[in-house]
């Protein structure tokens, strides 16, 4: 079962809110050849923003989470 910010979480970049200012960081920094690192507070849309721009560029996601190694 998919908890409530899965479910609702967007689909497309242009469904995120406020944050175009880090979405054109990400574009300028990504490349299909090399990771990208995201840290920040929690609740900021990191997750949010690199799913969906991974669907939208059909790239597959590798989330590593520090709570995962614990």
Same mark, same amino acid.
């Given at each position: 079962m998919k908890t409530? *910010?899965?479910k609702y979480r967007p689909k497309k970049l242009?469904? @995120?809110i406020d944050q175009q200012? @880090? +979405?054109s960081k990400i574009n300028? =920094?990504?490349?299909? *050849?090399?990771p990208l690192?995201?840290?920040g507070?929690?609740?900021t849309g990191k *997750? =949010? +923003?690199i799913h969906a721009y991974a669907k939208e560029n059909n790239l597959e996601i590798?989330? +590593?989470n520090a709570s995962d190694v614990r």
């Open positions: 409530w *910010t899965q242009n469904e @995120v200012k @880090v +979405i300028n =920094s990504l490349s299909k *050849t090399r690192l995201l840290y507070p929690t609740g *997750t =949010s +923003i590798l989330e +590593i």
